[in-house]
């Protein structure tokens, strides 16, 4: 839960801290769909869209149980994902031999 800040460099520091979190848990999770790439046979298992609206129906109903604006959760969440699928879709690739770089 927020704190009520008195300052703006209280509000900096709080959301400095936060990023730290942030990009610790998006580094854990990049891990794991890298791990993923492993169990997807082709690159449409990769991009699995109707896991896409499973997840982001998941982050919206999150949302609103926490406190957050779903829009700016779903927004942040498809952004993320389209990012975490390039990342796969390379893994994917380099586990099949195949160099998309070149391509």
Avoid: W
């Amino acid at each position: 839960m927020a704190v009520n800040c008195t300052t703006l460099e209280q509000v900096r520091s709080n959301i400095d801290r936060l990023d730290q979190q942030i990009v610790t848990l998006l580094a854990e999770r990049g891990q794991y769909v890298s791990q993923a790439a492993r169990f997807k046979k082709d690159t449409d298992g990769v991009k699995a869209p109707q896991r896409v609206e499973q997840v982001i129906s998941k982050v919206r109903d999150l949302s609103h149980t926490v406190g957050a604006n779903p829009d700016v959760t779903e927004q942040v969440y498809r952004a993320m994902i389209a990012a975490f699928i390039q990342q796969e879709l390379a893994e994917h690739a380099a586990l099949a031999g195949v160099d998309r770089s070149s391509a």
